[in-house]
Nanobody, 128 residues
């Protein structure tokens, strides 16, 4: 059974930084693409960033490009999201997700349907 556990959320002022972590278990981590999504109150869950199984390829939503960085440590079964220059509109619950298919490379940005396992989410609140 795949388990994804996010951590690192919190309250930060606009312009600040946070680093989210997602610890994975129950899968051969180094074979799977991983992603981060977010959901703000009253809005649909949206793609934020993803990283290929080897970390060679990364994908970002336009809204976070240049501010957020996704990375992974396969030896630690962990994926990270470094968030800099945070804005109030980044406020949301952030979810880690695993693509349960192996060796996946995406054409364009992946979507919700590409990911078969999800964490419980961690709250990020950016104050103005």
């Amino acid at each position: 059974q795949v388990q994804l556990v996010e951590s690192g959320g919190g309250l930060v002022q606009a312009g600040g930084s946070l680093r989210l972590s997602c610890a994975a278990s129950g899968l051969t981590f180094g074979r799977h693409a991983m992603g981060w999504f977010r959901q703000a109150p009253g809005k649909e869950r949206e793609f934020v960033a993803a990283i290929s199984w080897s970390a060679a390829i990364t994908y970002y939503a336009d809204s976070v490009k240049g501010r957020f960085t996704i990375s992974r440590a396969n030896a630690k079964n962990t994926v990270y999201l470094q968030m800099n220059s945070l804005k109030p509109e980044d406020t949301a619950v952030y979810f880690c997700a695993a693509d349960l298919r192996v060796w996946r490379i995406y054409n364009g940005s992946p979507g919700l349907a590409d990911f078969g396992s999800w964490g419980q989410g961690t709250q990020v609140t950016v104050s103005s």
